[in-house]
T-cell receptor
Framework: EDQVTQSPEALRLQEGESSSLNCSYT??????LFWYRQDPGKGPEFLFT???AGEEKEKERLKATLTKKESFLHITAPKPEDSATYLC???????????????FGKGTKLSVKP | GAVVSQHPSRVICKSGTSVKIECRSL??????MFWYRQFPKQSLMLMAT?????????EQGVEKDKFLINHASLTLSTLTVTSAHPEDSSFYIC?????????????FGPGTRLTVL
């Protein structure tokens, strides 16, 4: 069964304190791993898509990396405005059709204190 | 990325009534839209895939007669929760794909908070 597990559930950082969020997955053929940011009471905001092991993508203070079993979202020198829940999702070969389906993890709630 | 809107953002209704939620793709034509539900501290769970001009595809365990989906145009999909009950209270979010194929990205709307009294 396809599965996505994110850790930790919650992470508290001081402003400027770098850290990483983990997304472990088991899927029958990965067709994309997605990172989203979700603010309270809002829909997810797209951050990155990764397709193959070794791939990396960066955006401002965020950097996403991918291996065959997990992905990391590295946050460098975070600011209070980076506080949000970060969601990881995968698309696998198990879902047919041209669109596929996204399987989400439960997210990591990040709090950055000034 | 795609811009997606939802209306209403919040709705409170009495048990037994029906509620309609609209999802609009504002900047491109979406042949496929997705409807998700999110309970507190839980993952987003796909409810159904909405296809323009054809019947929606529902995920296992989702009652198609209770959650009616209509995708009458390339920019609008609606989800109607019929005979709503307190257990239907949740955060409903729609998404659109950036294009066809396996490499497309889903962009999400702002969500609709449904509370059934």
């Amino acid at each position: 069964e396809d599965q996505v597990t994110q850790s930790p559930e919650a992470l508290r950082l001081q402003e400027g304190e770098s850290s990483s969020l983990n997304c472990s997955y088991t899927v029958s053929g990965l067709r994309g791993l997605f990172w989203y940011r979700q603010d309270p009471g809002k829909g997810p905001e797209f951050l990155f898509t990764l397709y193959s092991a070794g791939e990396e993508k960066e955006k401002e203070r965020l950097k996403a990396t991918l291996t065959k079993k997990e992905s990391f979202l590295h946050i460098t020198a975070p600011k209070p405005e980076d506080s949000a829940t970060y969601l990881c999702a995968v698309r696998s070969l198990n879902y047919g059709g041209s669109q596929g389906n996204l399987i989400f993890g439960k997210g990591t709630k990040l709090s950055v204190k000034p | 990325g795609a811009v997606v809107s939802q209306h209403p953002s919040r709705v409170i209704c009495k048990s037994g009534t029906s509620v309609k939620i609209e999802c609009r793709s504002l900047d491109f034509q979406a042949t496929t839209m997705f409807w998700y539900r999110q309970f507190p501290k839980q993952s987003l769970m796909l409810m159904a895939t909405s296809n323009e001009g054809s019947k929606a595809t529902y995920e296992q365990g989702v009652e198609k007669d209770k959650f009616l989906i209509n995708h009458a145009s390339l920019t609008l999909s609606t989800l109607t929760v019929t005979s709503a009950h307190p257990e239907d209270s949740s955060f409903y979010i729609c998404s659109v794909s950036s294009g066809g194929g396996y490499t497309d990205t889903q962009y999400f709307g702002p969500g609709t908070r449904l509370t059934v009294l």
